[in-house]
T-cell receptor
Framework: GAGVSQSPSNKVTEKGKDVELRCDPI?????LYWYRQSLGQGLEFLIY????????KSGLPSDRFSAERTGGSVSTLTIQRTQQEDSAVYLC?????????????FGPGTRLTVL | GNSVTQMEGPVTLSEEAFLTINCTYT??????LFWYVQYPGEGLQLLLK?????DKGSNKGFEATYRKETTSFHLEKGSVQVSDSAVYFC?????????????FGSGTRLSIRP
Protein backbone atom coordinates (compact mmCIF):
# COMPACT_ATOMS: atom_id res chain seq x y z
CA GLY A 1 0.00 0.00 0.00
CA ALA A 2 0.93 3.62 -0.28
CA GLY A 3 1.06 4.45 3.41
CA VAL A 4 1.48 3.02 6.87
CA SER A 5 -1.50 0.93 7.92
CA GLN A 6 -2.55 -0.13 11.39
CA SER A 7 -5.12 -2.54 12.70
CA PRO A 8 -7.48 -2.59 14.36
CA SER A 9 -8.54 1.04 14.14
CA ASN A 10 -10.38 0.72 17.43
CA LYS A 11 -10.02 -1.81 20.23
CA VAL A 12 -12.10 -2.00 23.38
CA THR A 13 -10.95 -4.48 25.98
CA GLU A 14 -11.48 -5.34 29.61
CA LYS A 15 -8.90 -4.63 32.25
CA GLY A 16 -6.52 -7.54 32.63
CA LYS A 17 -6.84 -8.82 29.06
CA ASP A 18 -3.95 -8.92 26.58
CA VAL A 19 -4.13 -6.98 23.30
CA GLU A 20 -2.12 -7.02 20.08
CA LEU A 21 -1.83 -4.05 17.78
CA ARG A 22 -0.49 -4.40 14.26
CA CYS A 23 1.49 -2.06 12.03
CA ASP A 24 2.32 -2.47 8.33
CA PRO A 25 5.02 0.05 7.39
CA ILE A 26 5.62 1.52 3.98
CA UNK A 27 7.36 -1.00 1.76
CA UNK A 28 11.12 -0.50 1.80
CA UNK A 29 11.20 1.51 5.01
CA UNK A 30 13.73 -0.03 7.37
CA UNK A 31 12.95 2.06 10.44
CA LEU A 32 9.72 1.55 12.39
CA TYR A 33 8.51 3.42 15.47
CA TRP A 34 5.70 3.03 17.98
CA TYR A 35 4.32 6.02 19.87
CA ARG A 36 1.48 6.52 22.31
CA GLN A 37 -0.78 9.55 22.43
CA SER A 38 -2.89 9.81 25.54
CA LEU A 39 -5.92 12.10 25.63
CA GLY A 40 -4.80 15.72 25.53
CA GLN A 41 -1.14 14.75 25.65
CA GLY A 42 1.74 14.83 23.22
CA LEU A 43 3.37 11.86 21.60
CA GLU A 44 5.27 9.48 23.83
CA PHE A 45 7.96 7.36 22.19
CA LEU A 46 7.68 3.65 22.96
CA ILE A 47 10.02 1.58 20.80
CA TYR A 48 12.11 1.80 17.62
CA UNK A 49 13.23 -0.88 15.17
CA UNK A 50 15.99 -0.41 12.62
CA UNK A 51 16.78 -3.24 10.24
CA UNK A 52 18.32 -6.19 12.06
CA UNK A 53 19.67 -4.11 14.94
CA UNK A 54 18.49 -4.61 18.49
CA UNK A 55 15.40 -2.45 19.04
CA UNK A 56 15.51 0.69 21.17
CA LYS A 57 13.02 -0.17 23.92
CA SER A 58 13.81 2.80 26.11
CA GLY A 59 10.31 4.24 25.91
CA LEU A 60 8.32 1.19 26.96
CA PRO A 61 6.49 2.18 30.15
CA SER A 62 6.50 -1.26 31.81
CA ASP A 63 7.34 -4.91 31.20
CA ARG A 64 3.71 -5.47 30.23
CA PHE A 65 4.58 -3.84 26.90
CA SER A 66 6.55 -5.64 24.20
CA ALA A 67 6.90 -5.43 20.45
CA GLU A 68 8.18 -7.56 17.61
CA ARG A 69 9.05 -6.88 14.03
CA THR A 70 9.01 -9.99 11.90
CA GLY A 71 10.98 -10.18 8.68
CA GLY A 72 11.89 -6.53 8.89
CA SER A 73 8.39 -5.51 7.93
CA VAL A 74 5.19 -5.96 9.97
CA SER A 75 5.32 -5.09 13.65
CA THR A 76 3.10 -6.15 16.54
CA LEU A 77 2.81 -4.24 19.80
CA THR A 78 1.55 -6.42 22.65
CA ILE A 79 0.17 -5.14 25.92
CA GLN A 80 -0.34 -7.78 28.58
CA ARG A 81 -2.75 -7.50 31.50
CA THR A 82 -4.07 -4.16 30.26
CA GLN A 83 -4.81 -1.37 32.72
CA GLN A 84 -7.11 1.61 32.34
CA GLU A 85 -4.12 3.94 32.07
CA ASP A 86 -3.12 2.10 28.90
CA SER A 87 -6.09 3.70 27.12
CA ALA A 88 -4.63 5.87 24.36
CA VAL A 89 -4.09 6.09 20.63
CA TYR A 90 -1.13 3.98 19.58
CA LEU A 91 0.65 5.33 16.53
CA CYS A 92 3.10 3.56 14.27
CA UNK A 93 5.48 5.36 11.94
CA UNK A 94 8.08 4.27 9.41
CA UNK A 95 11.06 5.98 7.85
CA UNK A 96 13.34 5.08 4.99
CA UNK A 97 16.46 4.43 7.02
CA UNK A 98 18.46 5.46 10.04
CA UNK A 99 20.91 8.24 9.49
CA UNK A 100 18.51 9.95 7.14
CA UNK A 101 16.69 13.21 7.33
CA UNK A 102 13.74 11.54 5.66
CA UNK A 103 10.37 12.12 7.15
CA UNK A 104 8.58 9.69 9.43
CA UNK A 105 5.23 8.68 7.98
CA PHE A 106 2.51 7.90 10.45
CA GLY A 107 -0.31 5.42 10.33
CA PRO A 108 -3.86 6.37 11.36
CA GLY A 109 -3.41 4.84 14.81
CA THR A 110 -5.24 2.32 16.93
CA ARG A 111 -7.52 3.76 19.60
CA LEU A 112 -7.35 1.46 22.63
CA THR A 113 -9.95 1.71 25.35
CA VAL A 114 -9.51 -0.36 28.50
CA LEU A 115 -12.70 -0.65 30.52
CA GLY B 1 19.31 15.59 26.14
CA ASN B 2 17.28 16.62 23.13
CA SER B 3 13.98 18.35 23.72
CA VAL B 4 11.32 20.49 22.08
CA THR B 5 9.30 23.17 23.81
CA GLN B 6 6.30 24.65 22.10
CA MET B 7 3.67 27.19 22.91
CA GLU B 8 0.91 25.85 25.09
CA GLY B 9 -2.59 25.96 23.75
CA PRO B 10 -5.30 26.16 23.07
CA VAL B 11 -4.94 29.04 20.65
CA THR B 12 -8.15 30.58 19.34
CA LEU B 13 -8.10 33.04 16.45
CA SER B 14 -10.56 34.59 14.06
CA GLU B 15 -10.46 33.69 10.39
CA GLU B 16 -7.84 35.67 8.40
CA ALA B 17 -5.82 36.44 11.53
CA PHE B 18 -2.04 36.07 11.60
CA LEU B 19 -0.77 32.95 13.33
CA THR B 20 2.45 32.28 15.20
CA ILE B 21 3.08 29.12 17.19
CA ASN B 22 6.41 29.29 18.97
CA CYS B 23 8.81 26.36 19.09
CA THR B 24 12.30 26.17 20.57
CA TYR B 25 14.57 23.20 20.81
CA THR B 26 17.60 21.81 22.58
CA UNK B 27 19.76 19.38 20.68
CA UNK B 28 23.31 18.19 20.22
CA UNK B 29 24.59 18.23 16.70
CA UNK B 30 22.53 19.50 13.82
CA UNK B 31 18.93 18.36 14.03
CA UNK B 32 16.28 18.35 11.36
CA LEU B 33 13.16 20.21 12.40
CA PHE B 34 9.56 19.42 11.58
CA TRP B 35 6.02 20.60 12.06
CA TYR B 36 3.38 17.89 12.07
CA VAL B 37 -0.36 18.51 12.03
CA GLN B 38 -3.22 16.36 13.27
CA TYR B 39 -6.64 17.35 11.94
CA PRO B 40 -9.72 16.25 13.90
CA GLY B 41 -10.29 12.54 13.51
CA GLU B 42 -7.22 12.05 11.33
CA GLY B 43 -3.70 10.75 11.74
CA LEU B 44 -0.54 12.75 12.15
CA GLN B 45 0.92 14.14 8.96
CA LEU B 46 3.98 16.14 8.06
CA LEU B 47 3.25 19.81 7.41
CA LEU B 48 6.75 21.07 6.67
CA LYS B 49 10.39 20.50 7.52
CA UNK B 50 13.83 22.12 7.43
CA UNK B 51 17.08 20.22 7.57
CA UNK B 52 19.71 22.92 8.10
CA UNK B 53 20.17 26.37 9.52
CA UNK B 54 18.39 29.21 7.71
CA ASP B 55 16.28 26.80 5.67
CA LYS B 56 12.63 27.76 5.39
CA GLY B 57 10.01 25.04 5.22
CA SER B 58 6.67 25.94 3.70
CA ASN B 59 3.39 24.23 2.84
CA LYS B 60 -0.29 25.21 2.59
CA GLY B 61 0.56 28.83 3.39
CA PHE B 62 2.46 27.88 6.56
CA GLU B 63 6.13 28.73 6.96
CA ALA B 64 8.86 28.08 9.52
CA THR B 65 12.51 29.12 9.43
CA TYR B 66 15.28 27.11 11.10
CA ARG B 67 17.06 29.62 13.34
CA LYS B 68 20.19 28.13 14.85
CA GLU B 69 21.16 31.28 16.71
CA THR B 70 17.90 31.30 18.66
CA THR B 71 17.30 27.51 18.46
CA SER B 72 13.81 28.18 17.18
CA PHE B 73 11.45 26.96 14.48
CA HIS B 74 8.32 29.09 14.89
CA LEU B 75 5.32 28.27 12.71
CA GLU B 76 3.61 31.19 10.95
CA LYS B 77 0.71 31.76 8.61
CA GLY B 78 -0.42 35.11 7.33
CA SER B 79 -4.15 34.43 7.14
CA VAL B 80 -5.66 31.41 8.84
CA GLN B 81 -8.79 29.59 7.75
CA VAL B 82 -11.33 27.54 9.67
CA SER B 83 -9.89 24.45 7.98
CA ASP B 84 -6.57 25.08 9.75
CA SER B 85 -8.15 24.08 13.06
CA ALA B 86 -6.01 21.17 14.27
CA VAL B 87 -3.29 20.21 16.72
CA TYR B 88 0.23 21.22 15.65
CA PHE B 89 3.36 19.42 16.84
CA CYS B 90 6.89 20.74 16.58
CA UNK B 91 9.52 18.01 16.39
CA UNK B 92 13.20 17.35 15.86
CA UNK B 93 15.29 14.47 14.62
CA UNK B 94 19.00 14.05 15.09
CA UNK B 95 19.54 11.67 12.23
CA UNK B 96 23.18 10.94 12.89
CA UNK B 97 23.03 10.33 16.60
CA UNK B 98 22.30 7.11 18.42
CA UNK B 99 18.82 8.37 19.22
CA UNK B 100 17.09 8.13 15.91
CA UNK B 101 13.59 8.71 17.12
CA UNK B 102 11.78 11.97 16.60
CA UNK B 103 11.32 14.11 19.69
CA PHE B 104 7.93 15.81 19.71
CA GLY B 105 6.69 18.85 21.53
CA SER B 106 3.50 18.57 23.54
CA GLY B 107 1.31 19.95 20.75
CA THR B 108 -0.66 23.17 20.36
CA ARG B 109 -4.38 23.01 19.67
CA LEU B 110 -5.49 25.71 17.23
CA SER B 111 -9.13 26.69 16.80
CA ILE B 112 -10.21 29.18 14.13
CA ARG B 113 -13.54 31.00 14.49
CA PRO B 114 -15.46 31.82 11.29
Amino acid sequence: GAGVSQSPSNKVTEKGKDVELRCDPISGHTALYWYRQSLGQGLEFLIYFQGNSAPDKSGLPSDRFSAERTGGSVSTLTIQRTQQEDSAVYLCASRMERGSTDTQYFGPGTRLTVL
Amino acid sequence: GNSVTQMEGPVTLSEEAFLTINCTYTATGYPSLFWYVQYPGEGLQLLLKATKADDKGSNKGFEATYRKETTSFHLEKGSVQVSDSAVYFCALSTAYSSASKIIFGSGTRLSIRP
